[in-house]
């Protein structure tokens, strides 16, 4: 079981991931992290830049979002990565970016098609796209769930997306993947329609990826 100073460093690993790949610009954008067993959830502070932070200013909050540990307050997104631990306990890591491909479908309300195979791979599905709501309350997380499907992605209309997994370096991945395939969608719908990829061929792609792909614990 990892510590909470663990924890820490694992979330400021999650924030320093999405500045350095460009997922994020200033202060946007935030990775958390949840320890299910002590019931804290490890958040970026608000409006700090990414170069300067350390895993000892990350900030500690209960599921409620009572701040218990660090010297800032937290993002102003906490209420929505809340809301996803509060009724996914499956999810242990949520990053949320304005990545401009991904964006870029959020802002025309669409979803991301599986058009690639490296889209059937990492996500299973397609990416969906969650209708624009207001800031208040738990309205963004609720948008969030309603949308989830298996993909550990969800875009929201004219905003940007937010990934997850059973980690915060999963949910990492998972936001640059999303940008990834985003970026190859966008500019292959500039130059004429592509089609998705038959159901048969998703399932394909996404069962090799996930059992056979790389190595084994064993190697």
């Known amino acids: 079981m ?36 002590r019931g804290r959830v490890v958040i970026k502070p608000s409006g700090m830049d990414y170069e ?21 307050n937290p993002s102003v997104d906490l209420p929505h ?13 949520v990053v949320h970016t304005h990545s401009n491909y ?10 991301i098609p599986v058009y690639l195979t490296a889209i059937a791979d990492e996500f299973g599905e397609a990416i969906p796209c969650a209708p624009y709501t207001d800031n208040v309350g738990d309205h963004i ?17 004219h905003h940007g997306a937010f ?10 991945k998972a936001a640059v ?10 500019l292959a719908c500039l130059l004429g329609r592509p089609k998705p990829l038959p159901p048969e061929e998703v399932r394909k792609w996404y069962e090799r990826y996930h059992t056979t792909y790389g190595q084994s614990k064993q190697r």
Request: with cysteine.
């Open 2 to 37: 990892a510590t909470l100073e663990e924890l820490c460093r694992e979330v400021w690993a999650a924030n320093l991931g999405i500045y350095r790949a460009g997922l994020v610009t200033m202060h946007s954008g935030n990775a958390s992290g949840i320890d299910r067993r």
């Open 52 to 72: 300067t932070l350390k895993p000892s200013d990350m900030v500690v909050t209960d599921l409620e979002g009572r701040k218990l540990r660090g010297r800032w």
């Open 81 to 93: 990565h809340l809301y996803l631990y509060r009724h996914c306990p499956e999810i242990g890591g």
């Open 102 to 111: 991904a964006t870029s479908f959020a802002l025309l309300g669409r979803p």
């Open 141 to 157: 997380g609720q948008a969030i769930l309603k949308a989830r499907g298996k993909a550990p992605a969800v875009l929201l209309a």
């Open 163 to 172: 990934t997850f997994g059973p980690t915060p370096r999963a949910a990492l």
């Open 177 to 186: 993947m999303l940008e990834d395939v985003a970026k190859t969608c966008h």
